[in-house]
Nanobody
Framework: VQLVESGGGLVQPGGSLRLSCAAS????????VSWYRQAPGKERELVAA????????NYADSVKGRFTISRGNAKNTVYLQMNSLKPEDTAVYYC??????????????WGQGTQVTVSS
């Protein structure tokens, strides 16, 4: 089981990036998927999440109206579209998949992270 993030990079303030989280060997059909980020010297924080049932979404206040989380048609990919990026969005972004219903052991996976740097 592996989650692989991609799409990070260097972008100027006001620019856009789309991050992808791809699952190997399973689909996200029974998983809530979320994006977290961690900036240097700060704790990891939840940025956006999408549920397995119904696809409800929620966002951190700091990214509402700028970021959009969505599921891909292939059912093993989740995206994070990031618009109007700000320097304070600079962080390593991580994808997380949690099985629903929650499993007694396992069923909680993290990717290795992708760096997003917003700078002029």
């Amino acid at each position: 089981v592996q989650l692989v993030e991609s799409g990070g990079g260097l972008v100027q303030p006001g620019g856009s990036l789309r991050l992808s989280c791809a699952a190997s060997s399973f689909t996200f059909s029974n998983y809530d998927v979320s994006w977290y980020r961690q900036a240097p010297g700060k704790e990891r924080e939840l940025v956006a999440a999408i549920t397995s049932a119904g696809g409800s979404t929620n966002y951190a206040d700091s990214v509402k109206g700028r970021f959009t989380i969505s599921r891909g048609n292939a059912k093993n990919t989740v995206y994070l579209q990031m618009n109007s990026l700000k320097p304070e969005d600079t962080a390593v972004y991580y994808c997380r998949a949690e099985h629903r219903p929650k499993m007694r052991t396992g069923g909680d996976y993290w990717g290795q992270g992708t760096q997003v740097t917003v700078s002029s």
